[in-house]
């Protein structure tokens, strides 16, 4: 394949992605939010590899947008980098990439915070009410 069918492929698969992200997150700029996204977590599995790739995709998808000829002249596109946007892009709609797979796991452990808090507060007024109880036959 030649470098300008590469780039349209590329070209392709990103914007397939960049739509996703922009309906996700009801925003113009799809990957560029899910990377201003991904940066504020730290420890979300995969982040690393998928921000490098990101930032890397975002740079090469804006120089083929916005220089004169680059679809045809940047050489830097493998095939491997449309395979990984390609199965990046079944991870999104899956909720299995990084920032779906941390989000999930955070509502996860703030729930049971919750919940935790929830019984909690249960069990001081369940006692507070059992004093009330009491001092009221006590005193009656």
């Known amino acids: 394949m030649n470098n300008s069918k590469i780039n349209q492929a590329f070209l392709s698969e990103y914007l ?52 004169p000829g680059a679809i045809k002249n940047i050489d830097t596109v493998a095939k491997g980098d449309i395979s990984w946007l390609k199965a990046f892009t079944k991870d999104v709609k899956r909720g299995k990439d990084p920032l779906s797979v941390y989000l999930k796991a955070a509502s996860k452990r703030a729930g049971r915070g919750a919940l935790k808090r929830t019984l909690i507060l249960a069990g001081i007024l369940a006692a507070a009410l059992a004093v009330i109880v009491i001092a009221a036959f006590i005193l009656f």
């Open 16 to 67: 397939e992605l960049d739509k996703l992200c922009a309906e996700r997150f009801d925003t113009k700029s799809g990957i560029t939010e899910y990377i201003r996204k991904l940066t504020d977590v730290r420890f979300a599995s995969g982040r690393e590899n998928a921000l490098h790739r990101l930032t890397k995709y975002r740079s090469i998808r804006n120089r083929i947008a916005h220089e």
